[in-house]
C-alpha cells in the first residue's frame, strides 16, 4: 500500500501501552470534532467525534478530550494493538453553514509487538 | 451494510484529459462531499452536495465540478488535468447537517502523467 504521511509527527508506543494522540486546531468557532484513523491505501476510518458543548466523550478503548479555551483536542487509546498502527487525523467542522471538515496535519502511530 | 463506495479505486491520466469519479453513499445518507488528499497531508475539502445541490465549496479552480443524482450519489469531474492534480480523491457520506458524522470511502488514487 501507499504510505499516508511521508513526515508526519510519529508516536511509537509499545503493545498494550496507553497512547496520547494531540491536536491543536484552528478556528475558535468550530463546534464539531471527529478522529479519523488511515491506514496506508485506505480512505479516513471514523473513530470517534466530539460536539464543543462537551469536554469529553468515550468509545470502544478511546476517548477523547476537546479543550476549548486552548482550541486542543487529544485521542486516547487504551491498550495500544499493532492493529491500532496507522495516521490519526483530528478535524474540525468550520462553522460556515454546511459540513465542511479541516483536517489537521496528522499523527503517525507505530506500534511495537 | 455497504459502506461508501468509490470507483474506480486507481486511474491514470495524461495533462489535459478530463476525469470523472463516482460515490455511492450509505444507505440513508442524503449528503457527499468531496476532498483531495495529496500525499502527506491531510484532506482537503472541494465540494458538498445535498439534495442533489452545492451546499458549499473550498478553494478549488473552476476546472473542478461535481453533481449529485437522485439517488445520492454523486461525480466529481476534473478537466484540462494537470501534474499537481496528482492526489487520492475520498468522498465523504453523511446524513447532512453540519454537526454530523461523515464517512469516508476508500478513495480513487488519480495519477496524472
Known amino acids: 500500500g501507499e504510505s499516508v504521511g511521508l513526515h508526519l509527527p510519529t508516536l511509537s508506543v509499545q503493545e498494550g501501552d496507553n497512547s496520547i494522540i494531540n491536536c491543536a486546531y484552528s478556528?475558535?468557532?468550530?463546534?464539531?470534532f471527529i478522529w479519523y484513523k488511515q491506514e496506508s491505501g485506505k480512505g479516513p476510518q471514523f473513530i470517534i467525534d466530539i460536539r464543543s458543548n462537551m469536554d469529553k466523550r468515550q468509545g470502544q478503548r478511546v476517548t477523547v478530550l476537546l479543550n476549548k479555551t486552548v482550541k486542543h483536542l487529544s485521542l486516547q487509546i487504551a491498550a495500544t494493538q499493532p492493529g491500532d498502527s496507522a495516521v490519526y487525523f483530528c478535524a474540525e467542522n468550520i462553522n460556515t453553514g454546511f459540513q465542511k471538515l479541516v483536517f489537521g496535519t496528522g499523527t503517525r502511530l507505530l506500534v511495537s509487538p | 451494510d455497504a459502506g461508501v463506495t468509490q470507483s474506480p479505486t486507481h486511474l491514470i491520466k495524461t495533462r489535459g484529459q478530463q476525469v470523472t469519479l463516482r460515490c455511492s453513499p450509505i444507505s440513508g445518507h442524503k449528503s457527499v462531499s468531496w476532498y483531495q488528499q495529496v500525499l502527506g497531508q491531510g484532506p482537503q475539502f472541494i465540494f458538498q452536495y445535498y439534495e442533489k445541490e452545492e451546499r458549499g465549496r473550498g478553494n478549488f479552480p473552476d476546472r473542478f465540478s461535481a453533481r449529485q443524482f437522485p439517488n445520492y450519489s454523486s461525480e466529481l469531474n476534473v478537466n484540462a488535468l494537470l501534474l499537481g492534480d496528482s492526489a487520492l480523491y475520498l468522498c465523504?457520506?453523511?446524513?447532512?447537517?453540519?454537526?454530523?458524522?461523515?464517512?469516508f470511502g476508500q478513495g480513487t488514487r488519480l495519477t496524472v502523467v
Open positions: 478556528n475558535s468557532a468550530s463546534d464539531y
Open positions: 465523504a457520506s453523511s446524513f447532512g447537517g453540519m454537526n454530523t458524522e461523515a464517512f
